[in-house]
C-alpha cells in the first residue's frame, strides 16, 4: 500500500524549533519530487518547501527562506523539514507530498500539481 505519513507536529512557543518528517511506505523517494504544503485554518493551501529527486535542488516559500530547512534521507526512504525560529503563523496542518518525474514536479512546486502522493497532515502549532 502506497503510503505517505507525516509526524514530528506539535505545540511550541514562538522563537521555537520543530522537525517533520515525511515516511514514505510501500515506494521508494528516490525518483521523487517531495513538496511540503501548509493549510491554516481559513487560508488556501500554500507550497512551503520542495526538494528534486535528481541533485538535492531545494525550493522555498519565501515566507519561511533562512528558517526552514528540507532534507532527505533516501536510505530511510524519509523526508524531513526542520522548522527553526517558528512564528505563530506557521500554524497550520503539514502536509507532504510526492511526484515523479521530478523534473516536471519543480517547475511549479508550489502548486500542488504534478503530484501523485499526499500524506494525511500534521498539526503545527506556535503559541504562546
Known amino acids: 500500500q502506497v503510503q505517505l505519513v507525516e509526524s514530528g507536529g506539535g505545540l511550541v512557543q514562538p522563537g521555537g524549533s520543530l522537525r517533520l518528517s515525511c515516511a514514505a511506505s510501500?515506494?521508494?523517494?528516490?525518483?521523487?519530487?517531495i513538496g511540503w504544503f501548509r493549510q491554516a485554518p481559513g487560508k488556501e493551501r500554500e507550497g512551503v518547501s520542495c526538494?528534486?529527486?535528481?541533485?538535492?535542488?531545494?525550493y522555498y516559500a519565501d515566507s519561511v527562506k533562512g528558517r526552514f530547512t528540507i532534507s532527505r534521507d533516501n536510505a530511510k526512504n524519509t523526508v524531513y523539514l526542520q522548522m527553526n525560529s517558528l512564528k505563530p503563523e506557521d500554524t497550520a496542518v503539514y502536509y507532504c507530498?510526492?511526484?515523479?518525474?521530478?523534473?516536471?514536479?519543480?517547475?511549479?512546486?508550489?502548486?500542488?500539481?504534478?503530484?501523485?502522493?499526499w500524506g494525511q497532515g500534521t498539526q503545527v502549532t506556535v503559541s504562546s
Open positions: 526538494i528534486s529527486s535528481s541533485d538535492g535542488s531545494t
Open positions: 510501500g515506494f521508494t523517494l528516490d525518483d521523487y519530487a
Open positions: 507530498a510526492a511526484g515523479s518525474p521530478s523534473a516536471i514536479v519543480v517547475v511549479m512546486w508550489w502548486s500542488g500539481y504534478e503530484y501523485d502522493y
